[in-house]
């Protein structure tokens, strides 16, 4: 059993996946917009102005994964409604040294929100919380060693 994070967007998760696959050094092994989903009489028509957003990506990093895709703004009678900013959560990643997880908490700092900066933590020699610029919230934690 392997668990995934499935994050939603406002129309960038496009821009943010991009961001992602650099950051992580992944690839995206899957992606598609709600233009691409064939039309079905059971089903209303996908809104024009949503037609280019992304209905699903996969971003393949080593043997983790990391899903997403934005929303239907203005469409809820329609496939994953609305959006709302994400709350009672936190992604967690696990960086096997500081140097890397100093890269990584920095790198979703840009234009984001820095919640608890990185800093060595009494169970750990590198922690922080950070909300990126794309509304994420990530959690950066330093395996013990």
Not at 88 to 105: E, H, N, T, Y
């Amino acid at each position: 059993m392997q668990f995934t994070p499935y994050l939603n967007f406002d129309g960038n998760c496009r821009e943010a996946f991009a961001f992602y696959k650099d950051l992580f050094k992944g690839t995206v092994v899957h992606q598609s917009t709600f233009g691409e989903i064939p039309p079905d009489p059971q089903n209303p028509p996908i809104p024009p102005e949503a037609k280019d957003r992304l209905m699903h990506v996969h971003l393949q990093v080593g043997a983790q994964a990391l899903m997403g895709s934005d929303t239907l703004h203005g469409a809820s009678d329609v496939c994953a409604g609305g959006y709302a900013k994400p709350q009672g959560l936190w992604v967690s990643i696990q960086a096997d040294d500081v140097a890397k997880g100093r890269r990584v908490f920095d790198a979703l700092a840009q234009g984001g929100q820095v919640t608890m900066p990185f800093d060595k933590t009494f169970w750990s020699a590198g922690f922080g919380m950070v909300t990126d610029r794309f509304g994420t919230p990530w959690m950066i934690n330093v395996n013990a060693g």
